[in-house]
Each structure stands twice: as C-alpha cells, then as structure tokens.
C-alpha cells in the first residue's frame, strides 16, 4: 500500500530556532513530491520536487530530496509566529489499480512557533 | 481572479439526508480532486477526474459520488451510506500531471 509518513506529528519551537520536518515515502512508480503550508483552509503551495540532491529554497525555508533513501525534509531557519501551520507533504505516484495519477498526502506535522 | 471556489463554507445536515458540496475552478485545468481532512488523518483522496466525463475513485470513495459534466465543475454527493460523513473538505484542481494542487478553501461539513 502506498504511503507517507511525515515526523514530527506536532512540534513546538521559539521564534528564532531552526527546524527540520521530515517525510518518508513508500508509493509506485514516484513522478514528485510537494510540501504544502496549511494555515486555518486551504493549504498553500511550498515546494515540488523532483530530482534527488537538489536543493530548492524560497526565502527562510528549504527543501530537499533523496529518491534513493526515499525522503525529503523541509527546513525553516530563524522561525516567526507566522510559521506556525501545519506542514502538508504529498507525494504524486501511480496508485496501484488506479487510472493516472494522484496525490498521496501525509499525515502533517503541526508547527508551533512561540514569541 | 482565477481560483477554485468551494461552496457553502459550513453544511449542516441530518443523518440520513445526501448532501451536494459544490467544486468550480475558473483556472481552465483537467484535473480535480476531492480531499477529506480529519484531525490527525491528513488529506485522503476521495475521487478525482483528469478530464472530463471521467473520474476515479480515491483511497475512501465509499459512500461518495461525484460527477464531472463541465470541466468547471466537480462536486461531491456525499450520500447517506458514508457512515462518518462529518469532516473537512477539500477541491483541488491542477493542469495535469507532475503539477502542483491548487486548493479551495473547502467546506466544513457537520452531519448529526
């Protein structure tokens, strides 16, 4: 069965300390994986990745994956209140006895920035 | 301003009644996605449609019945065999394979 496992489930940090959440995967046939910000409704588009080793960054945060050890991780330096949201990862893969493709998504982990 | 419009934000429902979640985009994409969203679960895929007159069922389709006429258009019949109907959820839509979801801001169904 295909999956994705995001760890931490739930994280508390202060204002200023870095973090790094992470996301494993098990799916047929991997075409991508993406990192969504969910705020309070719909969640915001992050990063895609495609290509193993390439880092892709977006001011504080960073992305990067590793196709042969099936991860990737999603770093944030010098955190603010504002980046507290629950982080989405999903994968786009074939799903077994589906017709195209699909997003898998992860369980999220749930960020929480103090002041 | 191109975007995916869920409707209504909140739908309260007795047990026993079908309920129609409303899904259109305005973007021109082929593909649409249905999401549920539970505390702890994540997103689990409940239909989606690549083109239209075409659809697939997801990860949870049981109990659900969608219908893709317009390519504007999907939305979601949650029928009175979903045994735990209430939940979050969420359409989506994308231009095609191997590109990034666009979401609505969903509609947060209660079902008593």
């Known amino acids: 069965e295909d999956k994705v496992v995001q760890s931490p489930l739930s994280l508390v940090v202060h204002e200023g300390d870095t973090v790094t959440l992470n996301c494993s995967y098990e799916?047929?046939?991997?075409?991508?994986l993406l990192w969504y910000k969910q705020e309070k409704k719909a969640p915001t588009f992050l990063f895609m990745l495609?290509?193993?080793?390439i880092e892709k960054k977006s001011g504080r945060l960073s992305s990067i994956l590793d196709k042969k050890e099936l991860f990737s991780i999603l770093n944030i330096t010098a955190t603010q209140t504002g980046d507290s949201a629950v982080y989405l990862c999903a994968v786009e893969a074939y799903p077994k006895g589906q017709a195209g493709t699909a997003l898998i998504f992860g369980k999220g982990t749930t960020l929480s920035v103090s002041s | 301003d191109g975007g995916i419009t869920q409707s209504p934000k909140y739908l309260f429902r007795k047990e026993g009644q079908n309920v129609t979640l409303s899904c259109e985009q305005n973007l021109n994409h082929d593909a649409m996605y249905w999401y549920r969203q539970d505390p702890g679960q994540g997103l689990r895929l409940i239909y989606y449609s690549q083109i239209v007159n075409d659809f697939q069922k997801g990860d949870i389709a049981e109990g659900y019945s969608v219908s893709r006429e317009k390519k504007e258009s999907f939305p979601l019949t949650v029928t009175s065999a979903q045994k735990n109907p209430t939940a979050f959820y969420l359409c989506a839509s994308s231009i095609g394979r191997n590109s990034p979801l666009h979401f609505g801001n969903g509609t947060r169904l209660t079902v008593t």
């Open positions: 495609t290509s193993s080793g």
């Open positions: 799916v047929t046939n991997f075409r991508s």
